[in-house]
């Protein structure tokens, strides 16, 4: 089970762009990021199998937001453009997923800390 630390959140106002990463301990087949807004269950945005680039995103985020991962496979990223007040909320990376839909929060074993994104109208 990989150990997983994201960064790249903060404050930005609308129409904004931020970039998350993630870094992995080791290897994973698998990575996604995940998000949760207040009284919200949690979300899946965008995952990708590290053995290929190819990724999944949830209607929400598509064509605004970009998940791709370093040469190395062990660091993700989510590059997030034109944020909205509704794209505020703790984002979180995952890992080790199970085989389900990767978009679905039962399908991954591991979860980062978060890190928080606030969007300002």
């Known amino acids: 089970q990989v150990h997983l630390v994201e960064s790249g959140g903060g404050a930005v106002q609308a129409g904004g762009s931020l970039r998350l990463s993630c870094a992995a301990s080791?290897?994973?087949?698998?990575m996604g990021w995940f998000r949760q807004a207040p009284g919200k269950e949690r979300e899946g945005i965008a995952a990708?199998?590290?053995?290929?680039?190819?990724?999944y995103y949830a209607d929400s985020v598509k064509g605004r937001f970009t998940i791709s991962q370093n040469a190395a496979r062990n660091t993700l990223f989510l590059q997030m453009n034109t944020l909205k007040a509704d794209d505020t909320a703790m984002y979180y990376c995952?890992?080790?997923?199970?085989?389900?839909?990767?978009?679905?929060?039962?399908?991954?074993?591991?979860w980062g800390q978060g890190t928080q994104v606030t969007v300002s109208s």
């Open positions: 990708l199998y590290t053995s290929s680039d190819s990724p």
């Open positions: 080791g290897y994973t087949d698998c």
């Open positions: 995952a890992a080790d997923c199970t085989g389900g839909h990767l978009l679905y929060e039962s399908s991954w074993r591991t």
